[in-house]
Structures are given as structure tokens and as C-alpha cells.
């Protein structure tokens, strides 16, 4: 199904505050981007946010979420979120967090497992480095009952640089 028939849904997290290589952000790099997205594609988006406010400083935040991926939580979002039947395409928007998906991210997944049978999946992320083929083989893994597609990642610092990147993206699919 072309990306014009199907119904999308952009599901993402993201972080303001502090933030690697970019300062105080108001807006996290990933949320900016999701944003360009739903500009483009004018369909319904989703901000998990966490139950759990976070450490404040950078610090603090990486070693908070770090032992959130040793412990293999699964932190809970305020977001009431019935279903995600309606949709065939989900674009799944996460910065990398320690080589993973946001430990949030896979709370959703657990949540929606069954709900995912057969749909698309698009991998979207924000990185310093790591780049999206990590995560990506992360959501395959995960999400062995949907098509996950080939994702768009971008330096999380080049976020508003990349508009046109991400528009020749969108228009390939
Ligand atoms: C806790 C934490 C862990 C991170 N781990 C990685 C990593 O493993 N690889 C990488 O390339 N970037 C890593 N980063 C950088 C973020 O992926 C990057 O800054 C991203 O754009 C942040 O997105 P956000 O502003 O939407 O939260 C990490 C950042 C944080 C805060």
C-alpha cells in the first residue's frame, strides 16, 4: 500500500531540557523532527510522555536512563491510548538511548504486541553517533509480525537542517 492510501500514525518520545551537542532545547530533537513529519504527512501523532519526571541535569538523565535498560523496565506513560488498529503505518520516532529504543518505547511495543501483526513500521531516529541501524534491528527483533521498513536517522544536532532530507524520504515511500 502506497503511503498516500494508508493511515499513519507517528508514535515518539522525546526529551526537552538538556541535551548533547545542542544545549537547553525547548522542543527534544526527536519531538522537532516527528513534528516535520506530521507537517508533511498531516496524520495523527502520539508523545509518550513519562509517569516518572526525570533527573533535570544531563548527567544524572543518562545515568537514570541507563539503569532503566539494565533493569529492562518498562516505565509507564500518562498517555491514554486505546488502539492503534486504526493504522496501517506507524512511524516510530525515538532518540538512541545507550544503543536502544527508550525503555518507554518498548513499553508501548508490549503493549500494542498484538496489534502490530502486519503493519509498517518506519524507524525514525535521532542520534550523536550511533546512527539507526542499531535501533532498527532492535524493532525488527521486537516487532517480528509487522514490515519494518527502511528508517531515516539524523544527527539530533541537524535536526532543522534536514527538511529537505527528510522530504525526498517521505516522497521515496
Ligand atoms: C541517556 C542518553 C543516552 C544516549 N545514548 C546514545 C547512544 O547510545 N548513541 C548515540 O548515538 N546517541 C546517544 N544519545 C544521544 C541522543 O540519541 C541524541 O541526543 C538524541 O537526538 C536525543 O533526542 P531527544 O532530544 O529527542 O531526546 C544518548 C542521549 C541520552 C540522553
Not at 513534528?35 to 496524520?43: F, G, R, S, V, Y
Not at 513500521?121 to 524493532?139: D, K, M, Q, W
Not at 529537505?164 to 521515496?172: E, F, G, I, N
Amino acid at each position: 500500500m502506497s503511503l498516500k492510501k494508508s493511515k499513519s500514525l507517528i508514535v515518539f518520545y522525546s526529551k526537552p531540557g538538556e541535551n548533547f551537542c545542542i544545549g537547553n532545547v525547548e522542543d527534544g530533537n526527536t519531538k522537532r523532527l516527528a513534528c516535520m513529519i506530521q507537517k508533511e504527512l498531516q496524520c495523527d501523532m502520539i508523545e509518550l510522555l513519562p509517569v516518572e519526571s526525570y533527573p533535570e541535569g544531563l548527567d544524572d538523565f543518562v545515568e537514570y536512563a541507563l539503569n532503566q535498560k539494565e533493569k529492562n523496565e518498562r516505565p509507564k506513560y500518562k498517555n491514554k491510548i486505546d488502539s492503534i488498529e486504526d493504522y496501517d503505518t506507524i512511524f516510530f520516532a525515538h532518540p538512541v538511548y545507550h544503543s536502544d529504543i527508550p525503555m518507554i518505547m518498548h513499553t508501548f511495543i508490549d503493549n500494542f504486541s498484538s496489534e502490530f501483526e502486519g503493519k509498517i513500521v518506519y524507524p525514525v531516529c535521532t542520534h550523536e553517533g550511533s546512527g539507526g541501524n542499531i535501533t532498527s534491528n532492535i524493532l525488527k527483533r521486537r516487532l517480528k509480525k509487522s514490515i519494518v521498513k527502511k528508517g531515516f536517522s539524523v544527527y539530533g544536532q541537524d535536526v532543522d537542517l534536514s527538511k529537505k532530507k527528510l522530504q525526498d524520504w517521505l516522497k521515496s515511500l
